[in-house]
């Protein structure tokens, strides 16, 4: 049901003009899926009348082959309708979000379920669609990565079957701190149980290539065990909000053990209390461990592995796929996002965030690389200044 809608939708949009970003760097071709997970046990803190909190998820992986060129390969479209049509009322710029194509397979198989996952968490009031291009192409590096919605904090969130929900309130003007963590509670809680969904063969078999949801056995056909996601050591990160999510995390789940924060604040009990886990700043200039009391709190608290990068050319919106979107369209036509953008080129920061993610992650998650963490290579990205360690 889910690929044959998402099909459907995509050959909706080659009616009009498709744009397609460019070719993902890695050596893999990457496959993408979008999965419903509802969680029963929670009720949903911020929706108008009582129910289950009701999560969207995306992944993004290495799938068969390594040919870019695919003969069987539908790619994703970035935005679903309302998504799309939404950001279009927020750009004054009708139809050009509806055409925006990712370079991922849909429903392709997942073929390297023995990589590390990686979550990548959106800002406040954002979904997780603006991060869709850069998930594909930090996968296509050697990685699974998971994106998340998080319903009444995004401004709109889109379901596989077209349903939508919207924010009651407006994130992006919250200056309540108390409501501030609010929010983070129900965005480390959702984390939580995407990894746990991920650990369940029920969820995990919905997952093209990772076995049939109909069959109680836990081998294949061939009497192999069924292939398992790698939940027991896991990468997060994010921009903004999605960065204070992934530090919490560290700290109340052990899963998580490793995480980075590209330009965000940083709120709850980890700012006071620390952790022992390795975590990577990325940020915009003048937005340091100095200039920002929140970070100025949190950073003699982290006890383990530390880097803090400033990107010169970036600013506070550099760190989602808006760049890339630039690049195509230009900054004027995506209105205000676009003047929140920097003036580097998208496929220069994609590069920036892909080399130093992936020391980092490769370092900690596959006990490889990460010489440039050490200065090592570092004059390849004169953009980039080590703040602090």
Not at 299 to 327: A, M
Not at 331 to 350: M, N, Y
Request: glycine fraction near 10%.
């Amino acid at each position: 049901m889910q690929k044959s809608f998402l099909i459907s939708l995509v050959f909706a949009l080659e009616a009009r003009a498709r744009v397609i970003v460019p070719e993902l760097t890695g050596p893999y071709r990457v496959g993408t899926t979008v999965l419903e997970l509802v969680d029963y046990s929670r009720q949903d803190p911020f929706a108008p009348t009582p129910r289950p909190r009701d999560l969207v998820i995306s992944l993004f992986y290495p799938t068969d082959g390594h040919s870019k060129h695919p003969k069987n390969c539908t790619l994703a479209p970035q935005f679903p309708p309302a998504t799309a049509a939404m950001i279009d009322v927020f750009i004054n710029n009708t139809g050009l979000a509806e055409t925006v194509t990712t370079r991922s397979c849909i429903g392709s198989p997942l073929s390297r379920p023995d990589l590390p996952l990686l979550f990548l968490g959106p800002g406040l009031g954002n979904p997780r669609l603006f991060h869709s291009d850069f998930a594909g192409e930090i996968a296509s590096h050697g990685w699974n990565v998971v994106t998340v919605d998080h319903p009444y904090d995004a401004f709109i969130v889109e379901y596989p079957d077209g349903r939508a929900v919207y924010a009651t309130d407006s994130p992006y003007n919250i200056s309540d701190d108390a409501y501030l963590l609010d929010y983070l509670d129900a965005r480390v809680k959702d984390l939580r149980f995407v990894l746990d969904s991920l650990e369940n063969s029920s969820v995990t078999s919905q997952i093209p290539g990772l076995g049939s949801p109909t069959s109680p056995s836990k081998t294949n056909t061939q009497g192999y065990p069924k292939p398992k996601l790698r939940t027991d050591k896991v990468g997060v990160f994010g921009h903004s909000f999605g960065g204070a999510a992934a530090l919490q995390l560290l700290k109340e789940d052990k899963r998580f053990y490793a995480g980075a924060d590209l330009d965000g604040g940083v709120y709850g009990t980890v700012v006071q209390e620390g952790t022992d886990s390795p975590f990577l700043y990325i940020r915009a200039p003048n937005h340091t461990h100095i200039t920002d009391p929140t970070w100025a709190e949190a950073w003699p608290h982290l006890r383990g592995f530390k880097r803090e990068y400033n990107v010169n050319g970036t600013e506070h919106g550099s760190f989602t796929d808006g760049p890339i979107l630039g690049d195509i369209f230009g900054d004027e036509a995506l209105g205000s996002f676009g003047s929140a953008l920097g003036t580097i080129k998208g496929t220069r920061i994609f590069a920036i965030e892909n080399a130093f993610l992936g020391a980092f992650f490769g370092r900690f998650l596959k006990g490889e690389g990460g010489e440039l963490l050490d200065g090592k290579g570092l004059g390849q990205w004169p953009e980039v200044t080590l703040v602090g360690s």
